[in-house]
């Protein structure tokens, strides 16, 4: 087991993107195989957690008793009686090692000495029976001073107290957690690494002023900052630092002891409470006990201020105010530590300038135990503290054990926060989830020469939404977030919104999909997508990630939008619905991205040219002058009927449809002329094309839209794949969307 890669913490500005449109509606029975993500292969799944509890035993006169069996505990949870599963003793005393060994637990060389060209890592050895120590100096806030007594106490111990079956790993934290020394029982090694640290190592992350110069040092400033926000941060770093190197051994059986040498974690309020709760949780959970080391020592707290910090504001150092706010201060620190140390079976050192108590500690605490495991007989999973009692049929003896542990806590039980945090990682996690089908398409219309409105719909199989009988409706939530990364690094568009469904009858929606429309405003470039929904049941989640290219349409010779299909109209709703090129007299055209159509249904065609070329009219022929089939005039505000004659410098654009099956044309529509401009403020040419499907058979088209400006000659003849199928056996199901069609506008 390796821990190199611990800890990433990072902090990026994001731009706030224009969201125009958002809304969910019924679409389509299947997505289509060209627009489906990858989807992971079936498995069966199976999870098993089981609780460790470390026992040492030791008699009336404080030695170690090594002879118990599995049948002499008895084990309690909460006052229940465990089924011990698994037993264990770590004899780590009596280990005899010949020589001096060089290996670590991971096989792989320390990140502190560099292995030679073409040398092979050597064997990984055995944990058992050895003495697992993890160094981690927390240098994000430490003082010069306070980095020289720490470190020197770590040499000390390496120098005079460090036993063959002691295995070391080293840990610091500054501006970032590095893993700069993996186990291992070489003393050079060690050394190495720690003298390697200096003085300029702390990075000054102390915590700041709290909005008031009473009784704060002079700093010649106009006013006193609050930095409490920033407080608030810095101890959440400290704690999700010790989380992560925590979660990194955790499949280490063995006990592991985390020295952590820090100068306090300062909370404040109950804003940390939660970080402080899933370190100590984390620990519990990979056998570890953490021992903080307070590396201020004993500490001298003068009313007036120490030597080295400027005179104090205000009456406090004369009022004895001072000393009680250091006093409270300095507590305050040390007692998150303590909760650390006590929550997972270890020890903290406060107000000592002997620093060689915590190496002792270790030492004994780790120097013969017991591993018990069991898997807990209550499985609710509501995140509370589990009470643990270990008993002995020998009434001669005295255990140590922790006290307790944080159960687990599911969807079902979580708060607000944890939810909210949850998506949060989702949308940060490499890997993605897929215990919810997610699909997605979008498409590109201009808005000036350097923004483009790009649509984004998100669709969800309505069968993998459970409903609840509320009253007369069946009603579901859905979460849906996401974030555009500009070149995959940047974020120029995040979203985040929380959709309530509705419905008459869940029969409908089970047959069909769940779309969330959503749009946002972007310049031209590359850019990477991610999107995580989670139904609110459950908590299953789903994501979709794709790159998107939005053109520059500056560059091209013909100058075209998407082309959207759809088979659905629904009201507009929306404060930004005059500005969404979707929406047209009130009504919006909602996008099938599945590409899967029935025969009873319309399929609508909307897509945009700009900056079409002026010219003389010609007169056009008979040909050029009919709409298409079944596209009346008033769904097609491009097209006209018959041009002015002798009208000068006007536009003239021809549209048509084709339909292909294995390269053959089986369908093509009369062509559309336009020569006008449709929306003047975007020099856009809008299309909007009605044709009926009851003609075509089923089965798979490849459907072509021919665009050709007659002006300027350019020509452009985008297409895709499409699917038809049967029209539905009644007609109750190609009734249109009921109430589970609900809108929610941005």
Not at 181 to 191: G, I, Q, R, S, Y
Request: net charge negative; with cysteine; charged share 20%.
């Amino acid at each position: 087991m390796t821990f190199r890669r611990l800890f990433a913490l990072a902090n990026a500005a994001a731009l706030l993107a224009e969201f125009p449109v958002a809304n969910v509606a019924q679409q389509a029975p299947a997505p289509s195989s060209a627009q489906t993500p990858a989807q992971a292969p079936q498995a069966i799944r199976v999870v098993t957690e089981v609780v460790l509890v470390n026992v040492v035993a030791r008699d009336k006169k404080g030695n170690l008793v090594r002879d118990l069996k599995r049948e002499d505990f008895t084990v309690l949870e909460d006052g229940q009686k465990q089924q011990v599963s698994s037993f264990d003793f770590e004899n780590i005393d009596e280990l005899a090692l010949a020589g001096q060994t060089t290996p670590t637990t991971t096989g792989t060389e320390d990140a502190g000495v560099a292995a030679a060209p073409g040398v092979k890592p050597q064997a990984a050895i055995d944990a058992r029976d050895r003495r697992l120590i993890l160094l981690f100096f927390d240098f994000s806030a430490m003082e010069v001073d306070q980095i020289d007594r720490a470190v020197d106490s770590a040499k000390k111990y390496v120098n005079a107290k460090m036993q063959p079956a002691d295995l070391i790993a080293i840990v610091s934290l500054s501006t970032n957690m590095r893993l700069d020394l993996d186990f291992t029982d070489n003393k050079a090694k060690v050394l190495s690494v720690l003298s390697a640290y200096n003085s300029d190592s702390g990075q000054g992350f102390e915590n700041g002023a709290t909005g008031t110069s009473e009784g704060a040092a002079e700093t010649s400033g106009a006013f006193t900052a609050d930095d409490t926000d920033y407080n608030t941060f810095s101890a959440d770093r400290k704690l999700l630092a010790l989380q992560s190197i925590i979660q990194a051994v955790g499949k280490l059986p063995q006990k592991k002891s985390l020295i952590y040498f820090s100068n306090g974690i300062s909370q404040s309020g109950v804003d940390n409470q939660s970080a402080l709760r899933a370190a100590t949780a984390a620990a519990v959970k990979a056998n570890v006990s953490i021992y903080p080391l307070d590396v201020r020592g004993l500490q001298a707290l003068p009313g007036g201020g120490e030597a080295q910090n400027a005179s104090l504001h205000g009456q406090s150092a004369y009022s004895g105010a001072s000393v009680l706010n250091d006093l409270n201060s300095n507590a305050a620190s040390q007692e998150t530590l303590s909760t650390l140390a006590a929550d997972t079976g270890g020890k903290a050192f406060f107000d000592s300038n002997d620093f060689s108590g915590v190496f002792s500690q270790v030492q004994k605490d780790t120097s013969a135990y017991y591993i018990l495991g069991y898997t807990s007989s209550t499985h609710a999973k509501d995140g509370r503290f589990r009470h643990i009692k270990v008993a002995l049929n020998r009434p001669d003896v005295k255990l140590e054990y922790r006290a307790g542990y944080y159960a687990g806590r599911d969807f079902e039980h979580s708060n607000r926060t944890d939810r909210e945090q949850q998506i949060q990682d989702e949308l940060a996690s490499d890997l993605p989830v897929t215990d919810v089908a997610v699909y997605a398409g979008t498409a590109y219309f201009r808005r000036d020469d350097s923004h483009y409105f790009l649509a984004v719909s998100l669709v969800v199989p309505g069968s993998q939404i459970p409903f609840v009988q509320e009253k007369d409706k069946d009603s579901a939530t859905l979460d849906v977030a996401g974030v555009v990364l500009e070149g995959g690094k940047f974020p120029v568009g995040h979203l985040r919104d929380t959709v309530k469904l509705a419905v008459d009858s869940t029969k409908q929606v089970r047959r069909k999909n769940v779309q969330y429309n959503t749009s946002f405003l972007l310049a031209p470039g590359s850019y990477h997508l991610k999107f995580v929904v989670r139904e609110n049941r459950s908590g299953r989640m789903g994501t979709f990630e794709s790159d998107v290219q939005v053109p520059d349409l500056r560059k091209v010779p013909l100058r075209s939008s998407s082309v959207v299909l759809s088979s659905l109209r629904v009201p507009a709703t929306g404060k930004n619905k005059d500005n969404n090129p979707l929406v047209a007299d009130q009504t919006e055209l909602v996008p099938n991205v599945t590409h899967v159509f029935t025969q009873d249904q319309h399929l609508y065609l909307q897509f945009e040219v700009y900056d079409a070329a002026k010219g003389k009219s010609v007169q056009p022929s008979a040909a050029n002058e009919a709409p298409a089939i079944d596209s009346p005039a008033d769904k097609n505000p491009g097209g006209t009927d018959s041009p002015p004659k002798n009208q000068r410098d006007s536009i003239r654009v021809f549209t048509s449809v084709e339909f292909l099956q294995n390269d053959v044309k089986v369908y093509e529509s009369k062509p559309i002329v336009a020569t006008e401009v449709t929306v003047p403020q975007r020099k856009a040419v809008v299309f909007q094309l009605d044709l009926p499907l009851q003609s075509l058979k089923p089965g798979f088209y490849t459907c072509q839209v021919n665009i050709i400006d007659d002006v300027s000659g350019n020509y452009a003849f985008p297409r895709w794949a499409m699917l038809i199928k049967d029209a539905p056996p009644t007609p109750a199901a190609a009734a249109t969307p009921s109430a589970g069609s609900s809108n929610s506008s941005k």
